[in-house]
């Protein structure tokens, strides 16, 4: 005789599509002490403090994705480090891994911060991060991101490598600005041991300059990279937009995110959490759905669970960003807001 468990595990997330959805990025602040160009205008304003998901509400959300399958947790924002308590975050959502349900606990920041979390994120089991880094000349940085200290980030590199994490660069390609400097960007990144991924501008948030100006595709990055050195496909898939490369005469791994000039959607295992609860289930679509209300109005997670399936049921098939000279931005939202 066989006995059916009390209660049913709970279903795991299957889009329309058939995807399997694994992996959140959550968005914990549309705040940043850097103002990229390519990202933000130079004065924006924020959004009021109550409007943000609480940190007990973020865990509390995080958590009923970890419990339907979700294996990957990429904390971003805007900046993550600079909201106020995001370690105790970092901490309770710990747990997940040490439970054995969640596979990583990872995120995505500027670097400025990290000399000083760098440990305490180890301790709460981070074992990568994901460092954005345009440029290594210090005047091209302080112009690019409106007074910010590459000293600071590149030190702050270190103290997280010295804590014992895995660090990876990213860099959006950007023509007229970093475009002559990223095989050596590269070749750095390589040399102290990092991987590095390049990305294409998005067309996303209104920002002051005409983002078509330094738009640079990765095909002609990857054209000029292929004159100086033997790039070899390699056939890892994250379920993301990266495609990635082996270069034979660093050994290093290289990726290219190219959401402009080539369609990644198919394996789309992602969802996006902004930092006021709306879920995004696609980078590059508009439809969401308000998960900050179905917090507020319940402590039931039924409820909870009811509106992530509903935003499930809609992820869209796929993205269709245009970047076309004075078409202004595909979507109004900044990548700050939904999260890089
Ligand atoms: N502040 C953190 C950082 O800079 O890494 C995390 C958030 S940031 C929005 C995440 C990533 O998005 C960064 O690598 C950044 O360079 C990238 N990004 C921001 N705006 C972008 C845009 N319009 N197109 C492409 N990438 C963008
Ligand atoms: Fe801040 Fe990151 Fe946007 Fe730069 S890319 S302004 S560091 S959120």
């Not at 983002?211 to 000029?224: D, I, M």
């Not at 369609?263 to 879920?279: A, D, K, P, S």
């Not at 319940?298 to 009811?306: G, I, Q, V």
Request: glycine share 8%; aromatic share 6%.
């Amino acid at each position: 005789m066989t006995y059916q468990p009390v209660t049913a595990p709970p279903a795991p997330l299957i889009d329309p599509f058939g995807r399997r959805l694994t992996y959140l990025r959550l968005s914990v602040t549309d705040r940043c002490d850097l103002r990229c160009r390519y990202c933000m205008a130079e004065h924006m304003v924020f959004l009021p403090r109550k409007d943000l998901l609480t940190l007990e509400e973020l865990d509390r959300v995080s958590t009923a994705f970890i419990r339907r399958g979700v294996r990957k947790l990429r904390i971003t924002g805007g900046e993550p480090l600079v909201r106020r308590g995001v370690m105790d975050l970092f901490r309770s959502l710990s747990r997940h891994i040490g439970d054995g349900l969640l596979d990583e606990l990872t995120l995505t920041t500027n670097g400025t911060q990290l000399g000083r979390y760098a440990r305490e994120l180890v301790d709460c089991g981070v074992r990568r991060v994901n460092v954005s880094v345009d440029t290594r000349n210090p005047d091209v940085f302080r112009q690019l991101t409106r007074g910010g200290d590459l000293a600071t980030v590149l030190s702050g590199i270190e103290k997280a490598r010295a804590a014992g994490l895995a660090v990876k660069i990213n860099a959006v390609a950007l023509r007229g600005i970093n475009e002559f400097e990223l095989a050596d960007l590269i070749a750095w990144a390589h040399g102290s041991d990092m991987d590095m991924t390049l990305i294409e501008t998005m067309p996303l948030g209104e920002v002051e300059a005409d983002r078509t100006e330094h738009y640079l595709p990765l095909s002609e990055v990857r054209e000029r990279l292929e004159a100086r050195w033997t790039l070899a496909d390699i056939p890892e898939r994250t379920g993301g937009p990266a495609r990635y490369v082996r270069v034979a005469e660093t050994g290093g791994k290289l990726g290219f995110i190219t959401p402009l000039t080539h369609n990644f959607c198919e394996g789309c295992n992602r969802v996006r959490l902004t930092c006021t609860g709306t879920l995004f289930m696609c980078l590059g679509q508009a439809n969401a759905v308000d998960l900050r209300s179905v917090l507020r109005t319940s402590n039931d997670d039924a409820a909870l669970d009811e509106a992530i399936d509903r935003a499930v049921a809609a992820k869209p098939k796929g993205h269709d960003f245009v970047i076309a000279r004075g078409r202004g931005p595909a979507l109004s939202r900044h990548m700050s807001m939904t999260g890089g």
